[in-house]
């Protein structure tokens, strides 16, 4: 079975701190992929990385970035936490396109900044 | 307008009741389509890939209409334990390996 493992299950930090979500996926999986869920707006991509070093701005880029040194790990940063980034953090990974896209979630980070 | 549209319900069904959802997407360009399913507090996890021919698992048919843009899900004889939302799910880029979502349908089936 895919395990997509995110390191938090529950977040409390304060505004303006630095935050760091980690993901790590043991399927030698080539995407990886950051979304928030908030209530009434689905799921938003936030980045994409369909390769080590490799991303994609998602649909909600801003407030964020990303790190993929290792193709295991995926790494979100709120470089400066604000109270409108308090949501639910999914991360997933998928082996590839198409037929592959199939994406495996983690069980979420839901971060509340304060 | 959304990428992925979905009617967010909730649709409330005896048990024993077929329901039907819909989907509709924008981006013609768009390959591969999934239904995803959302137990409250948990993750999304894959309920069925959509075919083009339509395909069936168990009590559950997916179909996708091109032409119009639209898929459905329809889920016969529903148990207390289909009760979830339920996502849309299409890829949107030319790899076809970006994954943008539904706002999901809730489906609550009573006893």
């Known amino acids: 079975d895919v395990k997509v493992t995110q390191s938090s299950r529950y977040l409390v930090k304060r505004t303006g701190e630095k935050v760091f979500l980690e993901c790590v996926q043991d399927?030698?999986?080539?995407?990886m992929f950051w979304y928030r869920q908030d209530p009434g707006l689905g799921l938003r991509l936030i980045y994409f990385?369909?390769?080590?070093?490799?991303?994609e701005k998602g649909d909600i880029p801003e407030g964020y970035s990303v790190s993929r040194e290792k193709k295991e790990r995926f790494s979100l940063i709120l470089e400066s936490a604000s109270t409108n980034q308090t949501s639910m953090y999914l991360c997933?990974?998928?082996?590839?396109?198409?037929?592959?896209?199939?994406?495996?979630f983690g069980q979420g980070t839901r971060l509340t900044v304060v | 307008r959304k990428e992925v549209e979905q009617d967010p319900g909730p649709f409330n069904v005896p048990e024993g009741a077929t329901v039907a959802f819909n989907c509709t997407y924008s981006?013609?360009?768009?390959?591969?389509f999934f239904w995803y399913r959302q137990d409250c507090r948990k993750e999304p996890k894959l309920l069925m890939s959509?075919?083009?021919s339509g395909n069936e698992d168990g009590r559950f048919t997916a179909q996708l209409n091109r032409a119009s843009q639209y898929i459905s899900l329809l889920i016969r004889d529903s148990k207390l334990s289909d009760s979830a939302t339920y996502l849309c799910?299409?890829?949107?880029?030319?790899?076809?390996?970006?994954?943008?979502f539904g706002g999901g349908t809730r489906l609550m089936v009573k006893p």
């Open positions: 997933a990974s998928s082996l590839g396109g198409g037929s592959s896209a199939e994406a495996f």
């Open positions: 399927m030698d999986h080539e995407n």
């Open positions: 990385s369909y390769d080590v070093k490799m991303k």
């Open positions: 981006n013609s360009a768009s390959q591969s």
């Open positions: 959509v075919y083009s």
């Open positions: 799910v299409v890829t949107r880029n030319n790899a076809g390996n970006m994954l943008t």
